[in-house]
C-alpha cells in the first residue's frame, strides 16, 4: 500500500498527469486501509481476497454460532450470504512488531443464506501477522452487540 498525490494540468483540452509524488504507508495505515478492504471483498463476494489475505493458518469465531472455523471453512461461509452493507468503526489499531491486534465495531446488514434479512452490529477482533513482509489476517472474533429492549416508556 502507498499513498499517492497526483498533479494533473489540462494540456490539447485533454488532463494529463504531470507529475506523481508518493510513499509507502506506515503500518497502522496499511492495517487500516486492509480492514476497509475486508469489507469490500465482503460485499463483492471476492473468493480470491480472502485467499491471498488470509494466513493459511487463520482461525475465526463465527459471531453469531461462536464456531471455530478455519480458512477454507470460512471463506465458504462468507461466500453463502448476501451482505448489502459492511462498515467498520471505532477502529483501534495496536501494533507490536510483526503482531497486530485490530478491534472496533463492524456492522452488517443483508440476507443470510437461508434468506433471513438482519442489520446487525458486532464488537470485532481481528490479530494480524506480517509474514514475508505483508499482512495476513491471523484470526477473527466478533460478538453481537444487542440492540437496546424498546418499551412503551422509551
Known amino acids: ?6 498533479f494533473l494540468e489540462k494540456r490539447g483540452g485533454r488532463w494529463q498527469v504531470v507529475s506523481n509524488a508518493g510513499n509507502a504507508l506506515d503500518d497502522n495505515a496499511t492495517l487500516w ?12 463476494r471476492d473468493k480470491a481476497w480472502f485467499e491471498r489475505n488470509y494466513a493459511s493458518d487463520f482461525s475465526g469465531v463465527d459471531t453469531m454460532t ?3 472455523s478455519n ?4 471463506i ?10 459492511a462498515e467498520t468503526s ?3 489499531i495496536r501494533i507490536d512488531g510483526d503482531r497486530a491486534v485490530v478491534t472496533g465495531i ?21 490479530t494480524w501477522i506480517k509474514r514475508d513482509g505483508r499482512w495476513q489476517a491471523w484470526a ?11 418499551t412503551a416508556k422509551n
Request: avoid cysteine; hydrophobic fraction near 30%; aromatic fraction near 8%.
Open 33 to 44: 486501509y486492509l480492514e476497509q478492504d475486508w469489507n469490500n471483498a465482503l460485499l463483492k
Open 1 to 6: 500500500y502507498s499513498r499517492s498525490v497526483h
Open 90 to 92: 471505532d477502529m483501534s
Open 106 to 126: 463492524f456492522r452488517t446488514k443483508g440476507k443470510d443464506e437461508k434468506g433471513v434479512v438482519y442489520d446487525r452490529k458486532a464488537r470485532f477482533t481481528d
Open 140 to 150: 477473527s472474533q466478533g460478538t453481537v452487540i444487542p440492540e437496546p429492549v424498546r
Open 76 to 85: 465458504a461461509d462468507i461466500l453463502k450470504g448476501n451482505i448489502e452493507v
Open 71 to 74: 480458512k477454507a471453512e470460512d
Open 66 to 68: 461462536g464456531n471455530l
